[in-house]
């Protein structure tokens, strides 16, 4: 059984008599990005990428005292903003991850990418929290959520290397049609095709 099977699998389970296989398989394909033609994970992907690090910029900013309370607002809404992309980034991961086969080298890098990838978030949902008494009135960013950037930012970099790497050293999410398609392609380009 593949593990896009599994998932799918695991949706009715979930979901019951509520949603039907149709719509499990429409489910499916929305997460994968089919509709669009492309993957969606590396589109929703890069919201967190860009949120995450420019609110440690954000922090920076504020603690030599550039920008006051606008800065710490900034870097607040700049976290908040990114975990909210992350929930729709998530399932769309998961998706792309479990459609690799687990003997793959790449599927190992997928669980290291996903276990970084929650914890970033973790640890800028927390940071959310930290904030949330004083980015109204504070002009400097406190320690303890400072450190949560940069640890945050680190991390985030690592997995994004991995993720990267799943992608442009395994060409996971890249070659996503069917033998059938690229027989075409080659054969219109003139191929010279074993029989099948």
């Given at each position: ?30 997460l ?13 992907v ?11 910029i954000?922090d ?28 729709l ?34 640890l ?15 002009s ?21 290397y ?10 996971i ?11 075409e ?9 074993p029989?099948?």
């Open positions: 059984m593949k593990f896009d099977a599994r998932i799918l699998v695991a949706l009715r389970t979930l979901g019951g008599n509520t949603f039907g296989p149709a719509f499990m398989k429409w489910l499916l394909n929305f994968k990005g089919k509709w669009l033609g492309h993957p969606l994970h590396p589109i929703l890069h919201v967190p990428m860009a949120m995450w690090p420019g609110a440690l954000f920076l900013l504020s603690t030599w005292q550039i920008g006051g309370n606008a800065m710490v607002r900034l870097s607040f809404y700049a976290i908040a903003f990114g975990l909210a992309a992350s929930l980034a998530i399932p769309t991961g998961l998706v792309d991850w479990t459609g690799i086969k687990k003997e793959k080298p790449a599927w190992k890098i997928g669980l290291y990418h996903l276990a970084l990838n929650v914890v970033v978030t973790a800028f949902a927390i940071n959310l929290g930290l904030r949330l008494q004083d980015f109204r009135d504070a400097i960013v406190a320690t303890a959520p400072l450190i949560l950037s940069i640890l945050g930012t680190a991390i985030l970099i690592v997995s994004a991995l993720g990267g790497r799943m992608t442009y050293h395994y060409g999410s890249v070659a996503r049609m069917s033998k059938d398609e690229w027989r392609i080659a054969e219109a380009g003139g191929a010279n095709l029989p099948e």
